[in-house]
């Protein structure tokens, strides 16, 4: 990987065979069931793991515990399990990494949140709490995270900050380098760049004490030596922050593919309103594992015709290049596939 950030363009490139091991993950929330659009992540970036020889990590991020729930973890390795999503390295079977659990690394976390206040790159701000609630518990890239945080905060002397603190307990924001520019080669959506000061300053740690979905998954990512990070493209606003956290700690980023999300037809990401597609329940409905996998396949241009397979089948034929680039709309027809009805 190289990070080149003497100019004001913070651009990472990585030099094909830099680490011969592949090493991949998903990392899901254990806030709800998993369903048909949270596998469809999981299921391509299992396969880019798999068709490379690598390894595969699964991390659960319950760093925001009054929103996760223990059982729902369980349902979740419950469900990657049967339909054939195995894993190397993962909470319930350990590895060289571990603890493989967010809410367990929390002395990691500490330690990075040290390193960059010593760098001079926190300071507390006193802005309200509703808005920084949204930064822990929604990933969801810079657009949901509310508007630019203007820097209200950011000057404050020694004595103000003393002052405000006796009236309220801070959350500590990283401060963002406002020239420079960020760039990197998506693997799945292209050359990306984001342009100087995009999103401002953001929460690393809430005034509750949680610390961010961002530095968690950059500490995370980068102790657990993954070479590849594929997920949804409603992170894609997420990885210029997280860019700048991998350079700010002095740690090699990984390379990034986001994949289009799945809609339903009103144009909105699929939800419960568009049928229970969770595992869990179409599980219960009858449906088989290589149903699902056969169906997700299908809609990846993996397979000319929907077909039932098992995940070990697709691997050795996986092309990221056949998944298509938009948003994809399941219809009604595609929907009745998968339930075989
Ligand atoms: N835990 C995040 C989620 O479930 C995904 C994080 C990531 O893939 O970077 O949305």
Known sequence: MVANSESDMLSFDHKEGE??????????????LMHVGNIWAALLAWLQTRSAGGQFVLRMEDIDKPRCRPALAQQALDDLRWLGLNWD???????????????????????????????????????????????????HGLSEEGPVYNGTCRCLT??????????????????????????FIDGAAGFKAFAPG????????????????QLAV????????????LRGYDLLDSTPRQLMLYEALGLPAPRFAHVPLLMGEDGKRLAKRHGDTSIA???????????????????????????????????????????PKEPIV???????RLFGS
Not at 294 to 323: C, K, M, Y
Request: charged share 25%; glycine share 10%.
């Open 158 to 183: 020694a004595e103000e900050q003393e002052q405000r603190r006796a009236n309220k307990e801070p959350s500590l924001r990283f401060q963002i380098n406002d020239d420079q520019a960020v760039a």
């Open 281 to 323: 329940g179409l599980r219960a409905a009858g449906v088989s594992a290589e149903r699902i996998i056969g169906w997700l396949a299908h809609i990846a241009g993996q397979q000319p015709t929907f077909n039932p397979l098992s995940a070990r089948e697709l691997a050795a034929g996986f092309n990221l290049d056949r998944v």
């Open 89 to 139: 390295e993962g909470p319930d079977i350990g590895g060289p990494y571990g603890p493989y659990t967010q809410s367990e690394r929390g002395a990691m976390y500490e330690e990075a949140l040290r390193k960059l206040q010593q760098s001079g790159r926190l300071y507390p701000c006193f802005c309200s709490r509703a808005e920084l609630l949204a930064v822990a518990s929604a990933p």
């Open 198 to 213: 995009a999103g401002g300053d953001f929460v690393i740690r809430r005034a509750d004490g949680i610390i961010s979905y």
């Open 19 to 32: 680490q011969a091991v592949i090493r991949g993950r998903f990392a899901p929330t254990p806030s709800g």
């Open 330 to 336: 399941i219809d009604e027809a595609s929907m009745r």
């Open 218 to 229: 950059v500490v995370d990512d980068a102790a657990m030596k993954i070479t590849d990070v």
